[in-house]
């Protein structure tokens, strides 16, 4: 999952010249309390990516159905590379054709403790967690709360795609009340929806070419 340079897949697979999404720098220093962000992603199939801050960088996984708050649900993800801190405020359109081609929108943010631990109780990093194919946390964010686990049940080794689950602890901020229909979902940053969004951005394409 990780690489000698953090950012290197993420600028591999990316056109900056085509695509308004942060190029970054390589890391960040840390901030008071580690960020996470969930997007949705209007993609070539609808996802939505989960994406916690560590070591100066976004973990990310794509998640099909979203997180969820009720216990029961154990959402497929699957990692995807590394992505900068400052892709934590990117909402806009991915050009078609480019990689990851569709509309963006942040659908959760906030910040979150790091709750990995030993065997005898010992904090370990949430890379380490994640390299170790467990981590656990607990989300202080604007529409997810509470404790939450990434835990891995498929490796690379075992001849397909890396896989995982994410699941939401039993406490007191869990629910019945799943993930939201993401064509109906608001941003968190700026209450818009993934088709106004979009039409924003047709619109402004279209403002661009008048002469």
Do not use: C
């Not at 010249?17 to 720098?25: D, L, V």
């Not at 939505?48 to 159905?65: M, Y």
């Not at 963006?104 to 790091?114: P, S």
């Not at 990995?116 to 989300?139: C, K, M, N, V, Y």
Request: net charge negative; glycine share 10%.
């Amino acid at each position: 999952m990780t690489a000698k340079k953090p950012l290197a897949r993420y600028h591999q697979r990316r056109d900056f010249s085509k695509t308004a999404e942060p190029e970054g720098r390589d890391s960040q220093p840390p901030g008071e309390a580690p960020s996470f962000v969930v997007q949705i992603h209007d993609a070539r199939s609808m996802h939505f990516d989960f994406r916690l801050e560590a070591d100066g960088v976004l973990k990310s996984f794509a998640v099909p159905k979203g997180p969820s708050k009720d216990p029961h649900d154990k959402r497929f993800a699957t990692p995807t590379e590394d992505h900068p801190l400052d892709y934590r405020a990117f909402e806009g359109v991915i050009p078609r054709g480019e990689y990851g081609g569709g509309t963006v929108i942040v659908w959760d943010e906030g910040t979150y403790r790091n709750l990995s631990s030993s065997r005898d109780g010992e904090e370990i990093p949430l890379t380490q967690a994640l390299e170790a194919g467990h981590a656990s946390f607990r989300l202080h964010g604007r529409k997810l709360h509470g404790d939450y686990s990434l835990t891995r049940f498929r490796t690379d080794e075992d001849g397909d795609r890396e896989a995982w689950l994410l699941v939401k602890h039993a406490d007191e901020h869990a629910s019945a009340g799943g993930t939201p229909n993401p064509r109906r979902a608001r941003s968190a940053r700026t209450g818009r929806t993934l088709g106004q969004v979009e039409a924003e951005a047709a619109d402004g394409e279209a403002r661009s070419d008048v002469p």
